[in-house]
């Protein structure tokens, strides 16, 4: 099956997270992080997005391009910790916090979005909440990246009790272990690891962040505390340096396969849906965070 061929045929283009599969990293058109993945899929002018990556990458492409086809290969790629946020719950915490503004990470459903203020990915949240005026701001529903955004600003974090199992599962043990072997290395982490495994690290950042960082450092080893998949991104965009990693699997993003991406292409399905309203809704939050940017 040629990809290229098919891709032209439906006038596709495929998105993939910095943690997919190599052989899906291999054929994507836009690589990157959450940030990266949605401004790609606001600019695309193909009538169809494959979006390679889990469940809530591919809802918010649609709410970015709703007349576009968004198919995401396989349904089951869910997000666990976006499924840790209830409409119901966050509805009650608004109502116990008048005051304050809700800001989503984009790892959330698209119903959490259209109740939201704002969105953020792990590259601009503690941007985005600067950029707030409000005192008290109700952060859904990565704790441990709210807990970071605190670290940067005098608001009022009201945290989620959400986490992501991958990130979470990152020890300081491990990180301190790493360093020992290897004690030149920097040692850059995801801001959704835990607070002791921050306090260990060199630089804090977002996938994508971790690779504009590799690249430009004068430093020729790195340990890497996030989801394994952007250790073969980083070895491949840098031949000469080297990545140790935690080896942590999310094993969501791995459901996607290169089989299940050519039948997505072949048939269009599965195909991602929201209601109309939802869609409305949800879009506002995310244009305001694609205006803040990256920093
Ligand atoms: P970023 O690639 O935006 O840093 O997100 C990490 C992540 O956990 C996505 O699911
Ligand atoms: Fe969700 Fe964590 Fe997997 Fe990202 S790495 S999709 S946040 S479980």
Known sequence: MNLDRLKKEKNAVILAHNYQLP??????????DSLALAQSASKTDTDVIVVCGVDF????????????VVVLPDLAATCPMAAMATPEKLKRMKNEHPNARVVSYVNT???IKALSDVCCTSANAVNVVKSLPEKEIIFVPDMNL????QRFTSQKIILWPG???VHRDIKKEQIIKLKKMHQDA???VHPECSPEVIDTADFVYSTGGMVEHAKKSNSKEFIIGTEEGLCYRLKKE???KKFYSTNSVCSEMKKITFEK????????KPRINLPDKIIEDAREPIEKMMKIGKR
């Open 186 to 188: 920097e040692i850059l």
């Open 261 to 268: 991406l050519v039948h997505s292409l072949e048939t269009l």
């Open 57 to 68: 990458m591919a809802e918010t492409a649609l709410i970015l391009s709703p007349d576009k």
């Open 238 to 240: 840098n031949p000469d």
């Open 109 to 111: 459903t698209a119903e």
């Open 146 to 149: 709210g807990k970071y955004v």
């Open 23 to 32: 052989e899906i990293q291999d054929v994507a058109d836009y690589l990157g």
């Open 163 to 165: 986490y992501c199992y």
